[in-house]
């Protein structure tokens, strides 16, 4: 039989709630952390509204030692894996080192540090820039210091799909469980509110430069404008579900069910996006028919042909209103590689508690028929979930996470 | 703080400018008895050298090849080495 992927441990950094338990009662309250720029001055910019997380003080989190050689987003990465472990009840020490593994998307690296480091060089010479700019700024640098950090010297690596890497990284730590690795650290962190990070978003042509915090984020909205970027996401504790059984682990929050990726074919070709397969496959892959599935978290894309193709392909599988869809997003921009961790988060949450997460403020538009949860919680339970996430260039990923058995 | 004005390079310049390019490891007292204490034993890798041997550079206006700072083994041969250098210096 093959190997059980089980969630036993959640870290979550996001901009409504630092923390496990403040970010799920900031969602599900419906506070939402998108505002106004305020790690640089915005003015000069066309987009000036983020997700920003305010009040996470590394200093207090990690160890001197760390604080000169990472970005921001590498910050969050091992302050979330330290939660992640303490949630699940484990001290990594205890454990062999060659037993754990690390599994880490990235949209774009450490780009605050490198930002740093280039006008450094620019402004005064390579002598002033940092040992660390080295490996700092690299994309693959949270896998590193996460694994580093904590002793896990088993099979580490990164992923780099955009949005969808958030799903694509958690699948790449089940093929390990599967494999015969006992635990793995995934999922994403990501942070790029820098002037340089910010000019490389806006460019992707998506962002939107509405300047009302409640307009700005408006999927499936006929007003929908383009998307609010945040900083953030989640790592979760993977196990194999026997080895947090025979470790009496705290809590089972759910089982990595099924997963697929598929890509879109090139602009132009009049193929349909492969979305909808990647949802189908996924589905197979959980051995789940579409009515087992009792909410989905939507990617979100919030501009009008993005979400067309997101509705259509829901519908096309679930049927007109079939399912209770979700974007608890909204509250917190998208954050890229982190984005689909945290709606993993919020999915075995959503188990846990029976309770859906809303989208906030979207008024629905009428050509899209899907059942949106929107402005409250909606009690229900949940046995099954599905997360959604696309990648800018057409990576199309979906998971299944199922109650635990 | 520097004394890099009066030409001298003490075990005080050193410990600032460590914690400042590199941090501190929370089992290791700084401020205590490391002049002879390796600095692998006081938390620092070659690349934490690396950054501190760079700063000295920029502050005290020498030149330390990248050689010499990764030969040297403890805070007391790298205190020497600065000196050296600062003697060196044309005045």
Known sequence: MTARAVVTGLGIVASNGIGRDAYWAATLAGRSGIGRITRFDPTPYPARLAGEVSGFAAEELLPSRLLPQTDRMTRFALVGADWAFADAGIRPQELPEFDMGVATASHAGGFEFGQNELKALWSRGGQYVSAYQSFAWFYAVNSGQISIRNGMRGPSSVVVSDQAGGLDAVAQARRQIRKGIPLMVAGAMDSSICPWGWVAQIACGRISVSEAPDRAYLPFDAEACGY?????????????????????????????????????????????????????????????????????????????????????????????????????????????????????????????????????????????????????????????????????????????????? | MSTAQTGSFTDDDLRRILREGAGSDESVDLDGDILDSTFEELGYDSLALLETGSRIEREYQITLEDDAVSGVRTPRELIDLVQQRLAARPS
Not at chain 1, 231 to 250: M, N, S, T
Not at chain 1, 259 to 284: M, N, V, W
Not at chain 1, 322 to 338: C, E, H, I, N, Q
Not at chain 1, 339 to 356: F, K, V, W
């Open chain 1, 228 to 405: 609010v970027p945040g900083e953030g996401g989640a790592l979760l504790i993977i196990e194999e579900a026997d080895h947090a059984r025979r470790r009496e682990a705290p809590q089972v929050y759910g089982e990595i069910a099924g997963y697929a990726a598929t890509f879109d074919p090139r602009p132009g070709s009049g193929r349909d996006s492969g979305l909808r397969r990647a949802i189908e496959q996924a589905l197979r892959d959980a051995e789940i028919p579409p009515d087992g599935i009792d909410v989905v978290f939507a990617d979100a894309a919030a501009t009008p042909e993005l979400d067309q193709v997101e509705a259509t392909a829901i519908t096309g599988v679930f049927g007109p209103g079939g399912v209770p869809v979700t974007a608890p997003k909204t509250m917190t921009g998208r954050l890229y590689s982190g984005a689909a961790p945290l709606d993993l988060a919020a999915a075995l949450l959503s188990i846990r508690d029976g309770i859906i997460p809303p989208t906030t403020h979207v008024r629905l538009a009428d050509r899209y028929e899907i059942d949106l949860v929107r402005n409250a919680p909606r009690t229900a339970p949940v046995r099954a979930a599905l997360v959604l996430a696309r990648g800018y260039g057409g990576f199309n990923s979906a998971m299944v996470v199922r109650a635990p058995t």
